[in-house]
């Protein structure tokens, strides 16, 4: 069942010490002032929050398109940018989690506007 499935990422979370459903998270940025003042975040450290509205898994690259209150901003964590522990957490999330983020503000090559999921 679907809701076996859910129940055993929960499991796991729980077993890896997070709150699945935490109280609060401090939001430095939303996605809408990310994209338009791109050139003042640029290299800057923000937190974001929001529902993962897709998850791509490529190799040792995750891209997850999160989406806020203003706009949407897509995710960005590799194994060399990311620990070992925060990778295996992304293999729980599915799309519609609520997820909240700290990293790098980022261009990918192709131009996609990102944050760089930190450690």
Same mark, same amino acid.
């Given at each position: 069942m679907v809701d076996d499935f859910k129940l055993d990422k929960l499991k796991k979370l729980k077993e890896k010490g997070m709150?699945?459903?935490?109280?609060s998270f #401090?939001?430095?940025?939303?996605a809408a002032e990310i994209k338009s003042g791109?050139?003042?975040h640029? @290299?800057?450290?923000v937190s974001i929050a929001g529902r993962a509205l897709?998850?791509?898994h490529m190799g040792q690259l995750y891209f997850i398109d999160?989406?806020?209150?203003t706009d949407k901003i897509q995710v960005l964590a590799a194994t060399n940018l990311t #620990?070992?522990?925060s990778m295996e957490l992304l293999e729980l999330v599915d799309s519609g989690d609520f997820l @909240?983020?700290?990293g790098k503000v980022s261009k990918t090559k192709r131009g996609e506007i990102s944050v760089e999921a930190e450690p």
């Open positions: 709150d699945a459903y935490p109280y #401090k939001q430095s940025a939303h791109y050139e003042k640029e @290299g800057k450290k897709s998850i791509r999160l989406l806020d209150e #620990k070992k522990e @909240g983020v700290s």
